[in-house]
């Protein structure tokens, strides 16, 4: 996404890796020439060669403008090269989720609800609108839930430089109330509650696989 | 044509593509949904109608988004491992079987229209793709030094 919103750089923290000693021969016990070209092992084609190391590939999220998140303690399951990465990840896997435990439940409802000696036809369509009906809705508000979740999660961890538990639980329970904030007082904290709840569990779990 | 390194590979760009696709339908949807709540709401009533109409529709337009986006995105990583190849092909291919698929309770005609149009609008995505590479390659093209006017004069 960053053609789209631009991206700041981060300060590059890792350091010039050292230069390593890639003669093969001690520098400070030459004489001459002849000497160095006689040393088994010095005028090795395999590393000279310019395309030498070529066999190792590419490396993914490896490349010099793709620069991996930096913030501290921000480190994730998977990589992630910033915001947009972890947006794009959470809402997905969350929308998925509420997806799929929407159309399951769609699913059973279904089954229960075919009506007695209908054509397969029917039956079939049956099923679909119950899965139709309730997977998108739950994925919906799941999504929402975790798209808002996210934007406000890493505008805090940008205002404070780094990322805890602390941060991911803010940011649950800001995001629950916004979700019901036209609905009252009262659900609104009760929805704050429960979302402050899962981002904590959240954070639990990560700790647990990590 | 080799392969993008700024996205992730494939299975788990499919997550990245819900989510991205969700995201941008929600926003733009807030957005689009905002501006028209507003408008069609009686004086007095307008910021409510915004805020009752960005509920009601834009997940719906989130949702829509990213099930076309991740369906997309799912086909276009099998058509990737059974091709075994990345050309503009892969991205007509998935979007036929993308506009199939979303068509397909529609019936036989319905479903095969809407792949063929779904297919046609991701080759002329593909095209225009190609030409702005086409067109960044020919303004990065290697120049010839230029000649000097004059031989210099041999000392």
């Given at each position: 996404m960053s053609w789209l919103f631009g991206s700041r750089k981060?300060?590059?923290?890792?350091?010039?890796?050292v230069q390593q000693q890639s003669l093969g021969f001690d520098p400070t016990s030459v004489s001459d020439i002849s000497n160095i070209l006689s040393t088994p092992g010095a005028l090795d084609t395999s590393r000279l060669h310019p395309l030498a190391g070529l066999d190792k590939g590419i490396e993914y999220l490896?490349?010099?403008?793709?620069?991996?998140?930096?913030?501290?303690?921000?480190?994730?399951l998977i990589p992630s090269r910033g915001w947009s990465d972890d947006l794009c990840y959470g809402t997905g896997a969350v929308y998925l989720m509420g997806l799929g435990i929407g159309g399951a439940y769609g699913f059973q409802e279904g089954i229960r609800n075919i009506p007695a000696n209908s054509p397969p036809k029917l039956k079939i369509n049956t099923i679909l609108n119950h899965i139709t009906k309730r997977g998108p809705y739950l994925g919906n508000s799941a999504g929402v839930l975790a798209l808002t979740y996210n934007i406000i999660d890493s505008t805090i961890d940008a205002f404070r430089g780094k990322h805890d538990d602390l941060n991911s639980v803010g940011a649950g329970a800001i995001a629950g109330a916004i979700f019901k904030s036209s609905k009252g007082f009262r659900p609104m904290g009760i929805s704050a509650g429960l979302m402050a709840g899962a981002a904590g569990a959240w954070c639990g779990l990560k700790s647990l696989l990590s | 044509m080799s392969s993008d390194h700024s996205r992730d590979p494939c299975p788990i760009v499919i997550l990245n593509d819900f989510g991205g696709a969700f995201s941008m339908g929600v926003i733009g949807g807030s957005i689009w949904h905002g501006i028209k709540g507003f408008r069609n709401s009686p004086y007095g009533e307008r910021r409510i109608g915004m805020l009752s109409a960005i509920k009601a529709r834009a997940p719906v337009v989130g949702g829509n988004f990213g099930v076309w986006g991740g369906l997309f995105s799912t086909f276009d990583c099998s058509v990737k491992a059974v091709r075994k190849r990345e050309d503009p092909w892969n991205a007509i291919i998935a979007g036929f079987f993308t506009g199939g698929a979303l068509a397909f309770r529609g019936g036989k005609k319905h479903t095969l229209q809407s792949a063929i149009m779904c297919s046609i609008l991701l080759g002329v995505f593909e095209g225009v793709g190609l030409m702005f590479q086409k067109y960044s390659a020919w303004q990065n093209k290697p120049q010839a030094m230029a000649y000097p006017d004059q031989p210099q004069p041999m000392a």
């Open positions: 981060a300060e590059q923290k890792a350091e010039e890796p490896d490349l010099e403008d793709e620069v991996l998140n930096q913030t501290e303690g921000a480190q994730g | -």
